[in-house]
């Protein structure tokens, strides 16, 4: 079992062979710490710096950073010397990174404790680097049980000096254990321990108190509810109850036992504390793990899956309007770290096509390095999948620029790059067939870099779409192929999908769809994406610079199936208007969903004041194919560390396929946390959702509890149906049955006729 994180203490010991960065022949170096978040490269946390050493080539340190590392973090040390003076900059002498991967392995290492001469790395940096650094990393794991509430409090009570604490001491220990908690809760509860009003409680009161305030009385109700009567234990035998009867959860006898065993003490029974620990885990996520992994079938042609897709990537704002910095690599990292994978370049000439940049034209933005976007994409562009990228290249360049593209992405990608080849069959371009190869997606034309593209491109304009759909075999004839893509403004596609659904829906079964934001979003804000995915359009591109709903639902789309950043589509959409494959779902879907509470909701957003006090409330969103659905609880007030809210709300859905729900926790009119996932992939019970902030980030601890039953209810009308089909069978037997006895009683009549004739016979 994996740590949950790896607590690290790492001697910063010395270097030898450090580049001489001053005119005297030597160094004053110093190394400076850091912990990314791999999701956002600009968050750095838990810095460290040692002291400079002065005129050093060859430097000694002997300091000591202590860290926690994450799944989703690295960790990065830098080696810079140290210029003097107002205006000076520090020269960069060399880099090592580590991530959580690298730090599991080390994890009783005594080889990695005693210490290793570690390679300088030049990092992103385009200066030669030369000399090493000698690093002793000790590596504590922590498990997901370690993290528990229980644990937490007795190892810091235990640690803790003090024989008595007053109200500020408590406050204090809290904000070190990172539990947010606001004065006036935390006076209501002090007082409960300290009835005579003696201004402070000892070290058994701490742990009744720490406790008291961490209780999620939602999840105890449900533990006592399947616990033996008088008994504050749960055997076997009621989480066996538990798994299968109460969260519906079609597992095998011997898995439910290994998760009993996973969880319960050594007397083979389950606390009250490890059943909080299972029912917040991972193994009992609203999303079902199955689906979270890759498990969807990754050799169909590509025009048959969902493309997680971002529209001018190199953006980290608005279009229009300059800003301090408004174009960056960066934004094409961050988005390839999030599993996209079709990013946008929109390339125009530079001195009359002797190189290429990257920017948004006729604009004030800044400007990107065309060959330098091309090696950040190399780099980055299979850290999250190993499933193809799309390049969407928005070629403004004359004849020159174009073959100057050219010779850099054959250069730049080389074997990484995917050229077109003759006799190309549906079945050779899938992303199975596909993995670690890059895409290009443009108009072709008689240039040099026309004869690299992959995925030719035509644009659809206002009104000219319908002609050609009216036709259809002219606009199916000129691109059929799976390869082949069109690209269509949002305002045109948003008309397209009420007034020519089943044309798009059977375009978009033999070829791709790109659709993409209107000119008029200056602001780079987003459309809904939920319409488009409805109509089977593949590469639903959204500027992922924006935080919001749009791009939150995204991202709930997109976790699922490993996080490939390809989804397979329906069968109904794959196969066309006129398949017998395609025909609405014959159900429609119910969805009773409680709201019971939630855990350390973050606070720390701009803009919202005294956060420990904040009151914290959800908003949802259902959308899908028809009516869309909102609800909002109420506000649960001063409390963020564990509020309730136990609210109830049902609605009904026409596809769980196709619709996704979004949990949005606000304080305030801010949003400050999310949880995103298609309907179908959720599970029914009393689930663990865990939440992110508005950039995407898993907020490790923080989450809300919720039940839901999610059941089939069939549509009246298909019910009707049904009826009366089994009507008509049941009739047409009965009328068979009718005719079959009629048969039997003319025959009987004849016998009877013929034996009077033989009677009256016999009597003459």
């Known amino acids: 079992m994996d740590p949950k994180i790896c607590r690290c203490t790492i001697l910063i010991s010395r270097a030898r062979n450090l580049k001489a960065a001053d005119s005297n022949g030597y160094s004053d170096p110093f190394v400076k710490c850091h912990v990314v978040d791999l999701h956002d490269a600009k968050k750095r946390e838990q810095k460290f710096k040692t002291e400079t050493i002065q005129e050093d080539l060859n430097p000694v340190w002997n300091a000591i950073w202590e860290v926690d590392i994450r799944p989703e973090c690295r960790a990065i040390l830098r080696i810079f010397d140290r210029d003097k003076g107002v205006a000076a900059t520090n020269d960069f002498l060399g880099e090592i990174s580590f991530s959580f991967g690298d730090i599991v392995e080390m994890i009783d290492d005594e080889e990695a404790k005693s210490g290793y001469w570690y390679a300088l790395d030049k990092g992103k940096r385009k200066k030669r680097v030369t000399g090493d650094l000698f690093l002793g990393i000790n590596v504590e794991p922590i498990f997901e049980y370690q ?68 209780l999620r009385n939602s999840i105890t109700e449900v533990f006592y509810t399947f616990t033996e009567a008088d008994t504050s234990f749960m055997m076997y035998h009621n989480f066996e109850d538990f798994i299968v009867n109460v969260q519906s959860d079609n597992l095998p006898e011997e898995e439910i036992r290994a998760l009993f065993e996973k969880y319960a003490g050594d007397d083979d029974l389950i606390s009250a504390s490890e059943f909080s620990s299972f029912m917040t885990s991972m193994d009992n996520s609203f999303t079902d793990p199955a689906k979270l992994a890759l498990h969807q079938d990754m050799d169909r042609p590509i025009n048959e899956y969902y493309i997680n897709s971002s529209h001018n990537t190199y953006l980290l704002g608005g279009q229009v309007l300059p800003s301090r910095k408004t174009s960056s690599y960066d934004a094409y990292e961050s988005a390839l770290r999030k599993g996209c994978r079709c990013v946008e370049l929109d390339c125009w000439d530079v001195s009359g096509g002797k190189d290429v940049k990257i920017t948004h034209g006729n604009t004030f933005v800044s400007a990107l390095e065309f060959t330098r976007v091309l090696k950040t994409i190399k780099r980055w562009a299979f850290e999250a999948s190993e499933y193809p990228v799309i390049l969407s290249l928005e070629v403004h360049c004359q004849e020159k620029g174009k073959n100057f593209m050219a010779d850099n992405l054959v250069e730049i990608f080389g074997e990484m790059l995917a050229l077109p080849q003759e006799n ?152 066309g208007p006129n398949s017998k494959f395609n025909k609405p779902e014959a159900n429609k879907w119910a969805i009773t969903m409680r709201i019971l509470d939630g ?35 109420k506000k649960a007030k001063h409390n ?34 999310y949880f995103s996932a298609q309907v179908s992939n959720l599970r029914n019970g009393y689930r663990h959702l865990p939440l992110r902030n508005k950039k995407g980030q898993l907020l490790t601890e923080s989450s809300l509890f919720v039940h839901m039953s999610l059941q089939k209810q069939e549509d009246p009308k298909v019910m009707m149906h049904k009826f009366e089909e089994r009507y008509n069978e049941e009739f047409a037997e009965l009328q068979q049955e009718n005719r079959e006895l009629s048969e039997k009683v003319s025959t009987l009549e004849e016998r009877l006729a013929r034996m009077e004739e033989l009677v009256e016979s016999l009597a003459q």
């Open 147 to 214: 993290m528990n509430t229980d644990y937490k409090i007795n190892e810091v009570v235990q640690e803790n000096k003090l024989e008595r604490y007053t109200q500020g001491d408590v406050m204090k220990i809290l904000e070190d254990m990172n539990f947010p908690i606001s004065t006036r809760v935390l006076e209501k509860n002090f007082k409960l321990l300290d009835p005579d009003d003696n201004g402070h409680i000892n070290k058994s009161q701490l742990t009744q108190l720490c406790k008291r305030l961490f």
């Open 599 to 633: 855990y350390k909701i973050p606070g720390k957003e701009k803009g919202i004041k005294r956060t420990r006090t904040g009151s914290p409330y959800i908003r949802i969103f259902v959308n899908g194919p028809g009516k869309d659905f909102k609800f909002e609880t």
């Open 640 to 673: 963020i560390l564990n509020p309730t809210f136990d609210e109830m709300f049902k609605f009904k859905l026409r596809s769980k396929v196709l619709s996704s729900i979004i949990f949005i926790v606000m304080i305030g009119d801010k949003a400050v946390a």
């Open 424 to 575: 190309q069959q549906p079945g050779d371009f899938t992303p199975e067939k596909l993995k670690g190869k890059i895409l290009l997606k443009a108009t072709v034309d008689s240039s040099r870099l026309g004869d690299i593209i992959t995925i030719p491109s035509i644009k659809i304009q206002d009104g000219d779409i319908l002609n050609k759909w009216e036709d259809n075999k002219s606009f199916h004839s000129a691109i059929p192929q799976p390869w082949a893509i069109s690209s269509i403004e949002e305002s045109i596609a948003s008309r397209y999908t009420k007034t020519e659904y089943r044309n798009l829906v059977e375009c978009n079964s033999r070829q791709l769809t790109r659709i993409y934001p209107s000119g008029l979003r200056t602001d780079s804000s987003n459309y809904d994406p939920i319409p488009f995915w409805f109509a089977g359009c593949q590469v639903v591109a959204l500027n992922f610079q924006t935080k919001g709903l749009s791009t939150w639902m995204n991202a709930g789309k997109f976790d699922t199936n490993g996080g490939t950043g390809y989804v397979l589509k329906p069968l109904r959409l794959r196969a």
